[in-house]
């Protein structure tokens, strides 16, 4: 029977943890990130050929890019890409192999020049690799799921990616449901986005949308701000004021950063959440609203309660359905389409929209190759509203010229790319070999390959070697490695991963296969301590959670272990 390779990509690639057997399939993709034709970006082609063993050649003439959805596409059609093809092969460990002829295209891939050919790991290309091609037209090589293609409202988001994709089918379930939602996401990812699109699709659409941000609230009148007051209720109280949930009565209320809400407000919100009533500062008589809650966070709210600063009772009452937006470097496929947004709208507000509408093929590209590169490569802290300031400042920035000019500003803003370059000199097979393995090895295997080793070399080796590392890059099994290492001191495993602290918890969440001390009942904490005579370390090997944090489980439950 022959090797199903389809099988080897979409395990290495994409596959969620604890993915059933009827995950979504996997195969690498090209989309257009910047063409001389602004609106081609965002055609796509998949590359799904290669699951049957068969290559894939990529000319100026062939093969078709379409939008994803769409049956209807145009070859690149650059008459500064060769006619002389590419060739995308797959590997035997879920790899892509990229081979270049003579004399044929010029490619820069994920920021060095290509000749030959390169491998490029399971890995590697799942977090995507960035081709320029002749200078002039930029590709993205990365995954696509093949189940759940193409939406028919975009609820106002823009982008294809498979983590857009399943936030959309999310709120379109939850959405017609009189239910509160939580909405996680890294700051700027566009979480009041997702709130108002909930809105818009629920029976509440015909009411209010009341937005609040509780972290631009002072703590001392959050109270008053949310559930109203009365006159001379506290000082400065010169009049009766409604308060956010009186105004949104019949609609939504959209919390953002509800984190940050004081003790008092949380208790105050769980009652209104439990009742529909709640009292005025001031007041001695309830008031009925009748609200649908939507609240959003970036902070790792398990966390603010295992550390008493968040109440357990009202997450769960928040998160009678819980959505999470993906960051911009998890659907990094979605760039291009996103800037040329925001440059279309830059442009209009200056009267010069029309310099995206050319048709020509020869035109000097208004984004530069290797701009649109280094966009798709970066970091991305603040997501989506840091690609929308930089758009601004970009397009601002370059008026009157011919094409987008990056000074030294922008320099600092798009940071280091995220995708380290191989070293100068080196031959590109060998320059991939530090980040894929050998043929036949596996992924785990390719990602230890590019990491220090654990435990040992000091800091700045360690940085040296891993500059930056993507959460999404780290396998579970890579995780309960350097947790088992550390033993499951979990800031020591995240500067052993590469990656944030928060990172760490948030892998740990998704995975199946792991616990936090929350998870942890009663009898089972009480049996461990039995058996290991209280010996603290000795239940964090047994039980595999953060020590610090069964610490605390141990004091809540009256247990005083060696070793705290």
């Given at each position: 029977m022959p090797h199903d390779?389809?099988?080897?990509?979409?395990?290495?690639?994409?596959?969620?943890?604890?993915?059933?057997?009827?995950?979504?399939?996997?195969?690498?993709?090209l989309t257009v990130v910047s063409h001389p034709v602004p609106r081609r970006v965002g055609d796509r082609r998949l590359l799904d050929a290669l699951a049957a063993g068969r290559p894939v050649a990529l000319s100026r003439n062939a093969p078709d890019f379409a939008r994803p959805g769409s049956s209807l596409g145009l070859p690149l059609a650059d008459p500064f890409v060769s006619r002389k093809p590419l060739e995308f092969s797959a590997l035997p460990d879920g790899g892509v192999r990229l081979?270049?002829?003579?004399?044929?295209t010029h490619v820069?891939?994920?920021?060095?020049?290509?000749?030959?050919?390169?491998d490029f790991g399971p890995s590697e290309w799942r977090d995507g690799v960035a081709l320029e091609l002749s200078g002039r037209v930029?590709?993205?090589?990365?995954?696509?799921?093949?189940?759940?293609?193409?939406?028919?409202?975009?609820?106002?988001?823009?982008g294809e990616s498979a983590g857009l994709r399943r936030l959309r089918k999310h709120i379109e379930r939850v959405a017609d449901l009189d239910v509160s939602v939580l909405i996680r996401g890294e700051t700027g990812t566009g979480k009041e986005l997702v709130a108002q699109a909930i809105h818009r699709l629920g029976p509440r659409k015909a009411g209010r949308f009341v937005s609040v941000n509780l972290g631009a609230i002072p703590k001392e009148l959050a109270a008053a701000e949310l559930f109203g007051s009365q006159k001379g209720a506290y000082s400065g109280a010169t009049r009766d004021r409604e308060g956010f949930f009186r105004a949104a009565h019949g609609g939504t209320l959209f919390l953002d950063e509800v984190g940050e809400a004081p003790p008092e407000v949380q208790v105050m919100l769980l009652r209104v959440l439990e009742t529909g009533?709640?009292?005025?500062?001031?007041?001695?008589?309830?008031?009925?609203?009748?609200?649908?809650?939507?609240?959003?966070?970036?902070?790792?709210?398990?966390?603010?309660i295992r550390d008493g600063r968040f109440k357990a009772p009202l997450l769960h009452r928040l998160a009678g359905y819980d959505l999470r937006v993906p960051a911009l470097r998890e659907r990094r496929e979605d760039v291009g389409r996103l800037f040329f947004h925001f440059a279309r709208e830059e442009l209009a507000a200056l009267g010069e929209e029309a310099r995206l509408d050319t048709e020509d093929p020869h035109a000097e590209p208004w984004l530069s190759a290797p701009l649109a590169s280094r966009l798709v490569r970066a970091a991305w802290p603040g997501n989506i509203r840091q690609l929308r300031n930089l758009t601004r400042q970009l397009v601002i920035g370059s008026r009157g010229q011919a094409r987008l000019q990056a000074d030294a500003q922008l320099d600092e803003l798009l940071g280091m790319p995220e995708v380290a370059a191989p070293a100068p000199g080196a031959r590109p097979l060998e320059a991939a070999s530090a980040v894929a393995p050998a043929r036949g090895a596996g992924a785990l295997e390719a990602m230890s390959a590019a990491a220090p080793a654990r435990g040992s070399g000091a800091s700045e080796a360690r940085e040296a070697a891993v500059p930056r590392r993507k959460p999404s890059q780290v396998t579970e099994a890579e995780l309960?490695?350097?947790?088992?290492?550390s033993a499951w001191d979990l800031k020591a495993a995240a500067d052993a991963l590469g990656i944030p602290r928060p990172s760490v918890y948030d892998l740990i969440e998704?995975?199946?296969n792991l616990r936090t001390a929350g998870d942890l009942g009663a009898d089972e904490i009480t049996r461990c301590f039995e058996a290991c005579g209280g010996d603290l370390d000795a239940m964090v090997r047994t039980l595999e959670v953060s020590k610090r944090a069964l610490g605390r489980r141990l004091k809540e439950l009256g247990l005083v272990a060696k070793g705290t």
């Open positions: 390779l389809l099988a080897d990509i979409s395990t290495a690639a994409m596959q969620e943890r604890g993915a059933s057997r009827g995950a979504p399939r996997v195969v690498p993709a081979t270049v002829p003579e004399d044929g820069v891939a994920a920021g060095a020049p290509l000749q030959g050919a390169r930029v590709l993205l090589l990365h995954p696509v799921e093949l189940d759940g293609e193409g939406a028919a409202d975009t609820l106002g988001m823009v009533e709640l009292y005025p500062v001031g007041a001695s008589h309830p008031v009925t609203v009748d609200v649908r809650l939507i609240a959003a966070t970036d902070a790792h709210l398990e966390e603010q309960l490695a350097a947790l088992r290492a998704k995975s199946p």
